[in-house]
């Protein structure tokens, strides 16, 4: 059973810092991109970063570029998200990803975890 299981979530103050870690079990994630996403109260789910299996290609919504660090174990299979100088809008439930692609879009992930609730106070 493919499981991918976050932490790392909580509440923080704006411009204060969190880490966010996905483990990922069940099966081989050999050519799998990991990635996050996250989805507000009554918003859509929105892609947040993505990591390439081979590392070759990195993405980030533009909205968290210079301030949110993907990174990646392909030993461990651990996907982490640092995220720096957060803003009341980075609240939301973060979800960690996986799939054969590297879309920005979120029904191109196969896998999926529960989702970890971050909240920004100003």
């Known amino acids: 059973q493919v499981q991918l299981v976050e932490s790392g979530g909580g509440p923080v103050q704006a411009g204060g810092s969190l880490r966010l870690s996905c483990a990922a079990s069940?099966?081989?994630?050999?050519?799998?991109?990991m990635g996050w996403f996250r989805q507000a109260p009554g918003e859509e789910r929105e892609f947040v970063a993505a990591?390439?299996?081979?590392?070759?290609?990195?993405r980030y919504a533009d909205s968290v570029k210079g301030r949110f660090t993907i990174s990646r174990d392909n030993v461990k299979n651990t996907v982490d998200l640092q995220m720096n100088n957060l803003k009341s809008e980075d609240t939301a439930v973060y979800y960690c990803?996986?799939?054969?692609?590297?879309?920005?879009?979120?029904?191109?992930?196969?896998?999926w975890g529960q989702g970890t609730q971050v909240t920004v106070s100003s």
């Open positions: 069940g099966r081989s994630f050999v050519g799998y991109t």
């Open positions: 990591f390439s299996w081979n590392g070759y290609t990195t």
């Open positions: 990803a996986a799939g054969e692609t590297t879309s920005t879009s979120f029904g191109a992930y196969e896998y």
